[in-house]
């Protein structure tokens, strides 16, 4: 964690009265997102301590956002929040783990501002309290860069039971949970200020991309019936093109099998060029994941399960390339990034 060449920037050398020191900063805002575990040791330690259940597999994923380049530097800190961890946990579902807890490290320029911290730790505690984990413990500075936040998520697993992305088989349906491109309409509704589908549906949209839902309900219940797992943040396209190149298969996607919002089918209709957003955009964090048809029925349980819906999209195949199929079977050509060659 902290080492000395970065003491002259601590926050605990800021002796102006108003701005608190690093330790009081963790003690008001971090401690109470360890809910008490005793894991966490009231981040009082020089670490956390987790003891992993018998016969599981540790888990571990890390993403980094920094100012600027992943999010605005203005952007809401209570959204911010909930994508960090929520990109993390998305990472976890996709390979079958069980979240169990999480660590923090945040940079953050001079001078943090309390109101931003406390917004920020609630949508913090709001999202572990939604997935059942707690804070483990983190580290936190001052930089004279943007800010960036990085968090480690850590979750269990059946040993040798964790869903791969190279696991797929000729013949294995492909599924979808939830719904697909929302988030890349939200983005064109928050960015570029479209009117996609009405003030309710386009407020649907910016929300799907702000406030990721990983399926941390979904995911464990797919070991032991899914063959592949991947979670959808660089788009359909791609992320079923990851399946299918490591498993050394294709994929034929049918489109009118895509599972849409409401509001994204509002935005297709009125136009129709849309379709590549939803096939390409990213950030929707759903599941895409295979399974032989003889698992179709335990499919259907996890999904219900989980409260989660997933759709059957697609087959895998032993030609390569991911292809997009409209009705009647006909390949559809979305033109560049529409589908992706290997
Ligand atoms: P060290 O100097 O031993 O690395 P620190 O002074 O950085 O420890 O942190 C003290 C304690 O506070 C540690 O238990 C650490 O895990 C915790 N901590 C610091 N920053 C955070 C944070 N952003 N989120 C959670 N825990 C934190
Ligand atoms: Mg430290």
Same mark, same amino acid.
């Given at each position: 964690?902290?080492?000395?060449?970065?003491?002259?920037? +601590?926050?605990?050398?800021?002796?102006?009265?108003?701005?608190?020191?690093?330790?009081?900063?963790?003690?008001? !805002?971090?401690?109470?997102?360890?809910?008490? @575990?005793?894991?966490?040791?009231?981040?009082?330690?020089?670490?956390?301590?987790?003891?992993?259940?018998?016969?599981?597999?540790?888990?571990?994923?890390?993403?980094?956002?920094?100012?600027?380049?992943?999010?605005?530097?203005?952007?809401?800190?209570?959204?911010?929040?909930?994508?960090?961890?929520?990109?993390?946990?998305?990472?976890? =579902?996709?390979?079958?783990?069980?979240?169990?807890? !999480?660590?923090?490290?945040?940079?953050?320029?001079?001078?943090?501002?309390?109101?931003?911290?406390?917004?920020?730790?609630?949508?913090?505690?709001?999202?572990?309290?939604?997935?059942?984990?707690?804070?483990?413990?983190?580290?936190?500075?001052?930089?004279?860069?943007?800010?960036?936040?990085?968090?480690?998520?850590?979750?269990?697993?059946?040993?040798?039971?964790?869903? +791969? +992305?190279?696991?797929?088989?000729?013949?294995?349906?492909? !599924?979808?949970?939830?719904?697909?491109?929302?988030?890349?309409?939200?983005?064109?509704?928050?960015?570029?200020? @479209?009117?996609?589908?009405?003030?309710?549906?386009? =407020?649907?949209?910016?929300?799907? !991309?702000?406030?990721?839902?990983?399926?941390?309900?979904?995911?464990?219940?797919?070991?032991?019936?899914?063959?592949?797992?991947?979670?959808?943040?660089?788009?359909?396209?791609?992320?079923?093109?990851?399946?299918?190149?490591?498993?050394?298969?294709?994929?034929?996607?049918?489109?009118?099998?895509?599972?849409?919002?409401?509001?994204?089918?509002?935005?297709?209709?009125?136009?129709?060029?849309?379709?590549?957003?939803?096939?390409?955009?990213?950030?929707?964090?759903?599941?895409?994941?295979? =399974?032989?048809?003889?698992?179709?029925?335990?499919?259907?349980?996890?999904?219900?399960?989980?409260?989660?819906?997933?759709?059957?999209?697609?087959?895998?195949?032993?030609?390569?390339?991911?292809?997009?199929?409209?009705?009647?079977?006909?390949?559809?050509?979305?033109?560049?990034?529409?589908?992706?060659?290997?």
């Amino acid at each position: 964690m902290g080492d000395t060449t970065d003491v002259p920037n +601590r926050m605990s050398d800021n002796d102006e009265p108003d701005r608190l020191g690093e330790f009081d900063l963790i003690a008001a !805002y971090f401690r109470p997102l360890t809910e008490g @575990r005793p894991e966490a040791l009231d981040l009082k330690d020089d670490a956390g301590l987790l003891t992993p259940p018998k016969g599981c597999q540790l888990v571990v994923t890390t993403d980094a956002l920094v100012a600027g380049q992943h999010f605005l530097a203005d952007a809401d800190p209570e959204c911010l929040a909930v994508k960090a961890l929520g990109v993390n946990l998305s990472d976890l =579902a996709a390979m079958g783990a069980t979240p169990a807890a !999480y660590t923090l490290a945040l940079a953050a320029p001079k001078p943090i501002v309390p109101g931003w911290l406390q917004t920020f730790a609630s949508g913090l505690g709001d999202m572990q309290a939604a997935h059942g984990i707690f804070l483990l413990g983190g580290d936190t500075v001052t930089t004279n860069g943007p800010l960036t936040l990085s968090i480690t998520a850590l979750g269990w697993v059946a040993a040798g039971q964790a869903l +791969r +992305r190279s696991g797929a088989q000729t013949g294995d349906d492909l !599924y979808l949970s939830g719904s697909i491109g929302d988030a890349a309409l939200g983005l064109l509704v928050a960015r570029d200020g @479209r009117t996609l589908a009405g003030v309710d549906g386009d =407020a649907f949209l910016r929300d799907r !991309y702000d406030r990721p839902r990983p399926r941390t309900a979904l995911g464990p219940r797919l070991v032991s019936i899914a063959t592949s797992c991947i979670d959808v943040s660089d788009g359909l396209a791609a992320d079923v093109g990851h399946i299918a190149k490591t498993s050394g298969l294709g994929a034929e996607i049918g489109v009118q099998d895509l599972p849409l919002s409401d509001a994204a089918r509002a935005a297709l209709a009125a136009d129709p060029s849309l379709l590549k957003t939803l096939v390409t955009g990213g950030d929707d964090y759903e599941l895409a994941f295979t =399974a032989p048809p003889s698992s179709a029925a335990a499919v259907a349980t996890a999904a219900r399960e989980s409260g989660v819906p997933v759709t059957r999209i697609g087959t895998m195949t032993t030609e390569p390339d991911v292809r997009l199929l409209g009705p009647g079977g006909a390949m559809l050509d979305l033109g560049p990034g529409g589908y992706r060659h290997f």
